[in-house]
């Protein structure tokens, strides 16, 4: 095994002994879980820089030896999904997805393998650093041993920034292991740019959850700083009284931009919620929950909770409606599924319901909730016709801070 600080520096060779310059890099395929060496960087003494292809290295010896002579010597030409490990990975940050922590990478572990040479881990401990300033031994004269600290490479998703463009560098994509609250505390450490990096490495339902999860003003930051259509993309697959929350604070222009490229139904339904003022029911409901007519037997309405459940943020309670769509019962996901199949709804469902307006204040339908101990509170307008939802979690968010409000449990999601 070798670390890349005992090689950075260390003299290159021809087959002949001639010296062709000082190593300056290692380059490495990122295509695998355990990258192999393709090139080596070199810097010759005319401060020339060439990458030689692996193929011309006989030994990572001292010096380091190659194949042939000088003048034999042929450029390499990275490919996209190549890494420079100096210039992309060392000192940089990186997600620990074991540990869940983001930590920076002090060196690197390079093992031999079938003739090459692989990247098998990071070295994020003191001994790192003290490798590197070449005072590994000296630490031991004076007894003093610092704890060695290394993460295996398939463990790791490297994030690189730079100034003219942000984005994983090392595309693993092991930041789906995590769940979306962890990778959002991962994300509020990072910068901007670093942030919006996470996050091109997730699918589009995954950076929702992830986005959900985050702080107020970094959900703005990213969604300001990414292409509009793969924000479009991500607010699809929020809910629609997130996305409306997160829309109603983006300028005008923007938001509509946002608005023109989501999905029709999607766009709809989150233009409707921005429509009622911010402070009312209608401001924090959701207009995803499950709704059967009255005349439906118990085995239709779970036949309709199949069909929705997917899209559905709650689907504890079933409410139940008139052939002229006025909220007229309620009745819960357990009543339903112990019904006799054939019975039909209006039999047994509760008729003494508990709403609120879609312009009442929202500390009073959050109070409601308390109250009453309720999962769910149906909103409505003037004619009594069901318009919408207000979840617990979200009526907490009224009365807790929003750090405190992401610790409860969306235990009927």
């Known amino acids: 095994m070798v670390f890349l600080s005992e090689l950075i520096k260390r003299q290159v060779v021809d087959a002949t002994g ?32 060439i990458d030689i292809p692996w193929e011309q290295v006989a030994a990572l010896g001292r010096p380091i030896q190659l194949k042939v002579e000088d003048q034999r010597v042929t450029a390499y030409v990275s490919e996209e999904h190549e890494v420079h490990l100096v210039a992309d990975v060392l000192d940089r940050q990186v997600v620990d997805v074991d540990d869940k922590k983001l930590r920076r990478v002090n060196d690197l572990q390079l093992a031999p393998a079938n ?191 199949r069909k929705v459940a997917k899209d559905v943020e709650t689907i504890y309670y079933i409410y139940v409606t008139s052939k002229g769509d006025n909220l007229v019962g309620v009745v819960s996901l357990r009543e339903v599924l112990l019904a006799p199949p054939e019975q039909k709804l209006s039999e047994f469902m509760h008729k003494h319901l508990i709403t609120a307006d879609v312009m009442e204040d929202q500390r009073d339908v959050a109070q409601k909730i308390a109250k009453y101990n309720l999962l769910a509170l149906p909103i409505v307008n003037g004619e009594k016709k069901l318009k919408g939802v207000v979840t617990v979690d979200d009526a907490m968010d009224i009365i807790l801070p929003r750090a405190w409000k992401k610790r409860i449990p969306k235990m009927f999601g």
């Open 18 to 49: 001639t010296i062709v310059g000082k190593l300056t890099d290692v380059i490495v395929s990122a295509d695998t879980p355990y990258p192999k060496v393709k090139a080596l960087g070199v810097r010759s003494s005319d401060k020339k820089e």
């Open 115 to 305: 003739g090459s040479y692989c990247l098998i881990g990071v070295d994020i401990g003191v001994s790192g650093l003290l490798r590197r300033l070449g005072l590994e031994k000296v630490a031991g004269r004076i007894r003093i041993r610092p704890q060695e600290n290394y993460i295996a490479w398939n463990d790791v998703d490297t994030i690189h920034s730079g100034p003219l463009s942000v984005k994983l560098k090392v595309p693993k994509y092991n930041l789906v292991k995590l769940h979306p609250a962890d990778i959002a505390e991962i994300m509020d450490q990072l910068s901007i740019n670093e942030s919006i990096a996470l996050l091109d490495a997730l699918d589009e339902e995954s950076a929702a959850d992830t986005l959900e999860e985050t702080s107020q003003e970094r959900q703005l930051s990213v969604i300001e700083g990414i292409d509009a259509g793969r924000a479009a993309g991500i607010l699809d697959e929020m809910s629609p009284d997130d996305a409306a929350d997160l829309l109603g604070d983006l300028s005008t222009e923007r938001a509509e931009e946002i608005l023109e490229l989501m999905e029709p139904e999607e766009s709809e339904d989150v233009r409707k919620l921005l429509g009622y003022p911010e402070d009312t029911a209608g401001g924090i409901m959701t207009t995803e929950f499950v709704a059967v007519n009255e005349e439906s037997t118990a085995q239709q309405a779970i036949d309709e909770i």
